[in-house]
């Protein structure tokens, strides 16, 4: 089954066993007997399994493979797929690469940047630019289907780097376009897709516009 989206049409609650949907499409019940039609959701960083459907109304194990049981606010993005569709976190958590630079305690394989207008893959990793000159990037949004990867951009070089999210890039009270690396080795920032924008988790001698 393809990956599916839609929203919550009422907020959840931290212990709410039942939630509403603005679309139950791609939701089946499981066949307890056969095993089949199982169904997970991913709402903000928690992962759900499906017990029952009636109508848009999902009755649903909270929590799974550790995903943190939390409250979701009304229109929050609904991903809707097989277990196959969402990876273990504790898998990904458990994946070690060298050489390496870390991230909230994962460690990843860096890929260097080297262009002057280098595309930034909509992907988790640690983005690393050696660009000799200035790299004017840019970003494309999220799609639903990608809520919580996380990207890392740092710069190694004593440019001033942009990169270009067109109103994708929440940071204060509105949106901004650009991101400005000031001209030394160390500056970048780390980015999380949410609701089709990228959220600022962090960043160092970064001006946002």
Do not use: C
């Amino acid at each position: 089954m393809a990956i599916t989206n839609t929203t919550l049409s009422a907020a959840a609650g931290l212990n709410d066993q039942v939630i509403q949907v603005a679309s139950a499409t791609g939701v089946t019940a499981p066949n307890n007997q056969t095993g089949s039609g199982i169904t997970w959701l991913r709402i903000d960083q928690e992962l759900m399994l499906v017990l029952g459907v009636s109508g848009t109304t999902i009755s649903v194990l909270r929590g799974q493979l550790g995903t943190p049981q939390q409250a979701h606010l009304v229109n929050t993005a609904v991903v809707i797929g097989l277990p196959s569709d969402f990876p273990n976190p504790n898998e990904i958590l458990n994946t070690v690469l060298a050489p390496s630079a870390i991230l909230s305690q994962l460690t990843l394989q860096p890929i260097f940047l080297g262009g002057s207008a280098d595309a930034i893959p909509v992907a988790p990793g640690v983005y690393i630019v050696k660009t000799a000159g200035v790299d004017a990037m840019t970003l494309a949004a999220p799609t639903l289907a990608q809520d919580g990867i996380v990207i890392s951009v740092h710069s190694d070089t004593t440019n001033a780097h942009t990169i270009t999210a067109t109103s994708l890039l929440a940071n204060g009270t509105a949106l901004k376009t650009t991101a400005t690396f000031a001209a030394f080795r160390g500056a970048g920032l780390i980015l999380k897709a949410s609701n089709l924008v990228w959220h600022v988790i962090s960043s160092t001698a970064i001006t946002f516009t």
